[in-house]
């Protein structure tokens, strides 16, 4: 009877009720747990292809610059206390001032013009300030807020920001992230409604022993607790099935997304969810079954009295 | 121990089980109550074990005025009571051992503490070395007896039995009541329903006579 012990035995003995009673009936076990799995997996592995895309789209702003071409016949001086007025802004990392010349001899060694290049008396490029943002600066509203205070110098002629098919993503996958987060909420409301169904009918199943528990002083506690720990499992074994389905998913695409990698470099790769990742998955399945059931059961088992 | 004053019983459908009862079952007394079957018997067992309230009057059992009892104190009420059935009431699924260790297991007793009181309750009713069996691959009249192990485990101070003898052949039903008759005699107040007047006859104790829903002693 006493505390802790006697509460833990308990627990123990109701959870392993449970859990033998699931694995008494594999095959409906496993049919139950994999519509748990599914609803579970799915919006776990959109969650993974869109921060997977984010990451993408990180890396690509990380190397962003953004290039300011000066008015043809501003001198280079100029160039050069323009290029110390952005330093001296907080969302700029470093201003490189690349000037005409420096401008025309890149142009001849890489381009492959160079005889063409030749031929011409002047040099038509402008002086260039290229201009590298700090990462922390890299969001939509603040690079915009930089290329409204480049375009408004007068010696600007263009200014050039390669960052809007970034932000059009962005915004798609912001966009993707909620109409997953909506989903995952529908499929987790069938979670618990799956697990309470199920909980609710193997309530029904065994009415006869509920009464008769109850009869010799069973509280409705205790013949509430197995009905939860059922529940718990069904939910738990759902998101460690969600996991393996996943895993399964991700290694049937590896080979695939090799071959697209070596296209490209070598440079993608699928992240799969991290440990915290997972167990908030596991956790997640096994909360929505304790819910499900607690819904299920409860009510239903307290309205239950024995007749004799 | 049990007292039952000026008790009402009406169900939902209309019907007056019980009209002004009263009496009184003091601590360590057998008593029976007898009447034909309807005429209120059980309705006055399932006072005392409730499983319904009394439309009007009081009923008193331990002392303690059930009326006063909420729901939630129901469950540790009924541990404190044996209670057997004419269909004894077992579960079909369970081994012996699991059927008998229910009420102990319910009351949060220790392991330990459970193997022995159901091997002592198993032996008081002769079923020791049956533990292991299933309710079916027993006698009729050997279920009964699992019935009454289950029902006096947990030592409880009163015992209540609701035809018990009613699916059993005179030398069963004999048997049967002699368990209950040796309960009494160690301090156990025992409430048995019967409408069997030979059998009641022959223990010769006190009789609470029901006869439509009132009773005369």
């Known amino acids: 009877m006493s505390g802790v012990s006697s509460w833990f035995s308990r627990h123990a003995q109701a959870g392993i009720a449970a859990l033998g009673r699931l694995l008494r009936r594999p095959l409906g076990t496993l049919l139950a747990t994999s519509v748990i799995a599914i609803a579970l997996a799915l919006p776990a592995g959109l969650w993974v292809l869109t921060t997977n895309l984010r990451s993408l789209t990180g890396d690509v702003t990380q190397t962003l610059e953004v290039s300011v071409y000066l008015k043809p016949g501003v001198p280079l001086e100029r160039a050069e206390r323009l290029a110390a007025d952005a330093r001296r802004r907080a969302e700029v990392a470093s201003v490189t001032v690349i000037s005409a010349e420096q401008g025309l001899a890149q142009f001849k060694d890489h381009s492959g013009f160079g005889a063409a290049l030749e031929a011409l008396d002047t040099n038509p490029l402008p002086h260039v300030l290229t201009i590298r943002p700090r990462v922390t600066a890299t969001t939509p509203r603040s690079m915009s807020a930089l290329r409204n205070h480049l375009a408004a110098w007068p010696e600007a002629d263009t200014v050039q920001l390669d960052t809007e098919w970034v932000q059009r993503l962005d915004s798609i996958l912001d966009f993707l992230q909620a109409a997953f987060a909506t989903l995952a909420i529908a499929l987790g409301a069938g979670v618990v409604a799956v697990i309470g169904n199920s909980v609710r009918l193997e309530v029904d199943s065994r009415r006869a022993e509920i009464e008769v528990t109850k009869l010799v002083g069973g509280s409705n506690a205790f013949v509430r607790r197995p009905f939860l720990y059922e529940g718990f499992f069904y939910g738990l074994i759902g998101g460690v099935l969600a996991l393996a389905y996943g895993s399964a998913v991700l290694a049937a695409l590896q080979e695939p997304l090799a071959r697209v990698s070596a296209l490209y470099g070598g440079r993608l790769g699928i992240e799969g969810l991290t440990l915290e990742e997972a167990g908030l998955l596991v956790g997640a399945g096994s909360l929505l079954g304790l819910v499900g059931a607690w819904l299920g059961a409860a009510r239903h088992l307290a309205r239950i009295e024995p007749r004799e | ?217």
């Open chain 2, 1 to 217: 121990m049990i007292s039952f004053e000026h008790v009402f019983k009406r169900y939902p459908n209309g019907r007056e089980a019980l009209r002004d009862v009263s009496f009184r079952v003091a601590q360590g007394e057998m008593v029976f109550l007898t009447g034909r079957s309807g005429a209120g018997k059980s309705s006055i067992l399932k006072l005392v074990t409730l499983l319904e309230r009394p439309t009007r009057g009081k009923v008193a059992v331990h002392g303690q005025d059930t009326g006063a009892l909420p729901s939630r104190a129901i469950p540790a009420y009924r541990r404190r009571m044996g209670v057997v059935f004419q269909d004894h009431q077992l579960l079909a699924d369970r081994p012996v051992y699991d059927n008998v260790a229910l009420p102990l297991i319910v009351a949060d007793t220790p392991f330990r503490e459970i193997d022995r009181r159901v091997r002592a309750a198993l032996d008081q009713v002769g079923l020791l070395g049956r533990e292991k069996s299933l309710p079916v691959e027993l006698s009729i009249g050997e279920q009964q007896r699992v019935g009454i192990a289950r029902a006096v485990v947990g030592k409880p101070a009163i015992l209540v039995a609701d035809e018990p003898t009613g699916n059993l052949d005179h030398d069963l039903a004999r048997d049967v009541m002699r368990l209950f008759k040796r309960f009494q005699e160690v301090g156990v107040t025992v409430l048995i329903a019967s409408h069997d007047e030979t059998l009641v006859r022959e223990f010769a104790q006190r009789e609470i006579h029901v006869q439509s829903g009132q009773v005369s002693t």
